[in-house]
């Protein structure tokens, strides 16, 4: 069964400390991997997409990486700010049809606190 | 910032009432997706359209209905809400994309429904 499993569920961190986001998953065959934003009110917001060969890739603060094999990501958010807080959501999306097909977590509730 | 748009932000109705929720995008993107997301919980999808005149159900069984007449306009439909669909609705395009099968898919705020 394609599952993706994110952890922790919640997390709250210092303003100015480093965190970092964990997401696993079983779906195949793996296409992508995305990470969105989601602020409280609103809808997602994209923050990285990695494909199969890719194993790290930057936005800013947040740096994404990807083990294939392992079928493991994680989000490390650098010296949190408190417009962080928010739930980080990752999506990975199959190549098994021709519209393909997203894959949801049901995100980390990050609270960065000043 | 993406360019979609959905309206109402927050709707509060009886139950039986007819209810469109609005969307557009102005990106002129070819799919579109309609989610629903209760809190805490991943989202669901319920309806997508590759283009004009075409429109899928999605995995989750949903009693909305969905028209696209127009590339940026894709408004979902029930017919008569029941408390069971208190959630919230969030619609989202995307463009073709070289690799992969979806694109980068852009968002709007949301409508949060609550039928009582």
């Known amino acids: 069964k394609n599952q993706v499993e994110q952890s922790p569920q919640s997390l709250i961190i210092l303003e100015g400390k480093n965190c970092t986001l964990q997401c696993n998953y079983t779906v195949s065959p793996f296409s992508n991997l995305r990470w969105y934003k989601q602020d409280t009110g609103r809808g997602p917001v994209s923050l990285t997409i990695?494909?199969?060969?890719?194993n790290t890739k930057s936005n800013g603060r947040y740096t994404a990486t990807l083990d294939a094999d392992t079928k493991q990501s994680s989000l490390h958010i650098t010296a949190s700010q408190l417009s962080d807080s928010a739930s980080y959501i990752c999506?990975?999306?199959?190549?098994?049809?021709?519209?393909?097909?997203?894959?949801f977590g049901r995100g980390t509730q990050l609270t960065v606190w000043p | 910032e993406a360019d979609i748009y959905q309206t109402p932000r927050y709707l509060v109705i009886g139950t039986g009432k007819k209810i469109t929720l609005e969307c557009s995008q102005t990106?002129?993107?070819?799919?579109m997706y309609w989610y629903q997301q209760d809190p805490g919980m991943e989202l669901h999808l319920i309806h997508y359209?590759?283009?004009?005149?075409?429109?899928e159900k999605g995995d989750l069984s949903s009693e909305s209905t969905v028209s696209r007449i127009r590339t940026e306009h894709f408004p979902l439909t029930l017919e008569s809400a029941r408390p069971s669909h208190t959630s919230q609705y969030l619609c989202a395009s995307s463009d073709r994309e070289t690799s992969g099968p979806w694109g980068t898919q852009y968002f709007g705020p949301g409508t949060r429904l609550l039928v009582l």
């Open positions: 990695m494909t199969f060969s890719e």
């Open positions: 999506v990975v999306s199959d190549r098994g049809s021709t519209l393909g097909r997203l894959y």
């Open positions: 359209s590759y283009g004009v005149n075409s429109t």
């Open positions: 990106m002129g993107h070819d799919k």
